[in-house]
């Protein structure tokens, strides 16, 4: 009655994802946990099976589906050895750190002729972009043509090297672009302030919509997502993300925090929900492993990008008919 | 492991807090239910066994808590059953009808020795309130000083009579107010517009801080309701509720709903997960029997100042040592 | 063809009508101006004959209309010898230091038989404030039934007294709220905070609308004026005082200012304006002798309700014929 | 002592400048006015001398300083008649209708050695975007690395053809974002939605900072115009353009205006006195001829870029020394 998940890796994700199973999601019970820090993961056992060996945990049969929420490294690996078990998985972006790897899943996924893996783009839950589809899709803005995106970082963390701008934040604009517009982009963009920082991104749709994104690494005043879809009729955009106002010191307004988790705690929350129902029913929801596999094709297209001034075609290839 | 819960009532807000503990909330089981249309109660239950008298459920082994969600006037009796089943309640406000009834429940809470009420005054656990009141208590806003509420709702309900808009509305902000501030009214003002509707009332705390509460029935314009809290070095107030805002045939904002509950389905969701794990761990959390107490007591004597235009002294007996 | 203007008193209000006449006004000229600092006065004159004495500027030919801005104790005797000199004048806020006093100017100008006073109340202008009121008066909100007045100060001048808070700042909400409702008040009540502020003055006017105004001397964090006219089917509130946000240090926002100036520069060039042209066309505009009488008499009465806890009824004398 | 002005056109924008000149700009009087339309001018005269021939109106005795609002394609002929009369001129924009036509005045202007020419791009006299350039110009929010633009219209007039998005409307983008950053534009990308409307322009100016504007002819929902400017440690952008919020029928918000008048209202006014100022100081201020011309060649060149997907390198000429 409740769902047996196991969770591999303990890292802020995943131990925010270990939270999220035991205090605010119904229906799931945590059964296993594995962490490269073997003590870590006993401090955080609380009665669940610990894993020294994640494909142990996999396989094991305590384990009705997993949580990856290891080093983006293994994510392809686990995600197939999960398909291998006939598990379904909640697996967190990237899918993999290539498009041949990616590709490979997505292969795997289509033999098995049955959708077990969700990719964690958070954001197709979080309730201003749902509310942004929904006004879409309702009509009330008319057709859409044009997305602005705003994606700023406090600061680059220090392992970041140049494309990682591209294949670890703007994938977040490529999959909700994708998902708010209905439609895959077919070029790319880009141009560059000095230093390399912020880039401003710009796509065009199958449907000939424009996307426009800033992605800031280091933006310093603070973590600051934002978005704007202008249709024929109107325009939806996200609140300032805050609930509460204040004045003090001749100032005021809100704070902003400093990094993404508090930004999106709400989208990881009815992310896990869904995701327990969904495997709970039976049918797969949110980003599917083809998503995940077009989020890292298009990013690997527009790093190459990134040297020229040129307008750069993207081909992502034929989507299976499993995700039509 | 999981808590096994009893449903009471299974109107609007019974038919919300079922739907928030199969959907929404982590470890809790719903193992009873029982309305007074047992057809009703028949659509709602899978699984769960289906009771035709409430007394029969809290009594029943296959019951560890309860959540009471039937008519306000049963409230009193059902939560004097669960003290004598030595079971933990949730109750929805009011706790009972009268000060009288109010005061019986108390003291059966008190003889027992320890607290198993809570009472559903939903606001305090909803974000924004939330944040104000962190803000007041982390001394970012200097000592708090005034606070203006106003709580509007679209239109008042066919069966409200005059003293309603106390007695049903103004109570949750009586006991916001006491939690936000930390002090307990004494003395309250009520001036009156035409037609008896807006209702402006004043309270002064024994803190000397003022509240003033606007409370119209009918607003028209949707469910509204707003707080700002004064302190000697700045304020706090309510965002405007929305996630989204909207640009279209000239005009830019936002929507209200007509009524209280997606403005708080956050707070419902928050406080139901937050009961579960207060039951499970035995440390009472929430609105009290006493805080239930006060906001009936404090009521019954603002109603009584509808009448005339003198400031009337508020009296609410003394708090007993288990709600210290 | 252009109006020939003398300016009384170059202190901060004056410098700032003689810069808005000179800079910002169309149609006027200044001609003479007259300070108690005959040195200051020199700096400033620009070509105007400068006076020692405000009565000759008065009667000089050189002079077709006034601006009183010297200490509020010489409006009365200034706005009196403007009268007898059938000079039109625009007298700074308050009109005189007492009810008496102001009564004895409405007298002579009804003697007189023609309005050639306007008080400085210069709210009267303000877009946010002219917005709102024409928002009711289009119907936009239903009926107005209730006004939320806000009024915080940064911090008291030095040489404010107790009562000033309601005699010197009050009075603005006494005024703004007659023009906005069309209505007068006829009961007040007054809360006091801990100290003395902020006040909380709620008002019932002959319309049975309920005012309710916050005055905060020393709010702290600003100068900071909010108004907010609800209505039976909708509200209109003012903006957020800026055309500017900033995103800075984790924080997003804007400014406010330390005092009124900046907030209401936009409302004194447009009274400035206005009366210029009033003058030119002999209809008089802007508030009136008699909405000084009004706003200081029942300041007046406001005060000694400071005292006590009971709702005192004001009482403001019948309006003679002129003012109808 | 006050300065004899000439107004030539007195459709929409000229009328207007009319009205401020006399009802709201300070030390200015109007003395000419001259519109083909004889039977206009003549209600508008209000004592004016009326001109049929505008090289009359500026030869004039009377006439010490010209507004030029007449049609677009009569602009570079009165402002080289202005200049060969040595008269200061305040002409709308665009200067002239191509470049070598704009260049001409230039080099006219530049032979006579000295300022007489204003060009009519009145944002930069709007306080939000003067705010935005004191924030910037301050180091409030870092170096300025990216500027977005937002410039929407409820619907193109009639008369509009394909590149008349960027020769009429995106001109006021080229200005600004001059004025804001301080630099010139030396690359531009258009990306076209379906239809050529959106369009979506990205520069690159000569510090390598990025320009991004959507320009949207057929907005639909009104008239709206928006930046922000993105700094390495901050932003700064309009807020809403607003001064009152209202609450109505499920709804919060405020109303755009259908075209630009309303929304820069303040800015032809500030404008005006500023240029009337500027006049009488001997100072030149506002967009000066040079500034004009850019506008001009930069939007010819982005022109050739709609066509193309391409990058085009953009080339401006030198600045004369009179311009630096
Ligand atoms: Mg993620
Ligand atoms: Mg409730
Ligand atoms: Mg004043
Ligand atoms: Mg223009």
Redesign the pocket.
């Known amino acids: 009655m409740t769902l047996a998940v196991g969770v591999i890796g303990l890292g802020v994700m995943g131990a925010e994802h270990l939270r999220l199973l035991r205090e605010e999601t119904a229906g799931a019970t945590v059964t296993a946990i594995c962490d490269a820090d073997g003590e870590r993961a006993g401090r955080l056992a609380q009665g669940a099976a610990v894993f020294a060996d994640p494909l142990a945990l996999i396989a094991s049969d305590r384990v009705q589906a997993v949580v990856i929420a290891s080093p983006d490294a293994t994510h392809a690996g686990l995600a197939l050895a999960c398909l291998a078990q006939g598990k379904p998985a909640l697996c ?2 990237p899918l993999a750190a290539t498009t041949a790897e990616s590709l490979r899943i997505v292969e795997a996924e289509v033999a098995l002729g049955r959708r077990l893996l969700q990719i ?3 954001r197709r839950f979080d309730p201003a972009y749902v509310e942004m589809k929904h006004a879409a899709d309702a009509g009330m803005i008319g057709d859409p043509v044009l997305l602005h995106n705003v994606h700023r970082n406090a600061a680059a963390p220090d392992w970041f090297t140049g494309p990682m701008a591209v294949t670890n934040s703007f994938v ?1 604009e490529i999959d909700i672009s994708r998902w708010l517009l209905g439609a895959d982009p077919v070029t790319a963009t880009v141009h560059t302030a000095p230093g390399g920082d912020p880039l401003l991104i710009t796509m065009e749709t199958d449907k000939g919509q424009l996307v426009s994104t800033e992605v800031f690494m280091n933006a310093r005043y603070g973590y600051h997502v934002h978005a704007q879809l202008v249709g024929r009729a109107g325009t939806v955009q996200m609140a300032q993300p805050a609930v509460t106002l204040t004045n003090g010191s001749l100032h005021h307004g809100h704070t902003y925090p400093e990094n993404w988790v508090p930004r999106f705690r709400d989208a990881y929350r009815i992310q896990m929900n869904d995701w327990v129902r969904s495997v709970a029913s039976g049918k797969a929801a949110g980003a599917s492993a083809w998503d995940g596999y077009v989020a890292t094709v298009v990013a690997e297209q527009v790093v190459s990008a990134l040297q020229g001034a040129a307008r750069v075609n993207l081909s992502l290839g034929a989507r299976p008919d499993l995700y039509a």
Chains 1, 2, 3, 4 share one sequence.
């Open positions: 967190e972006k964690g783009y958070m977040h």
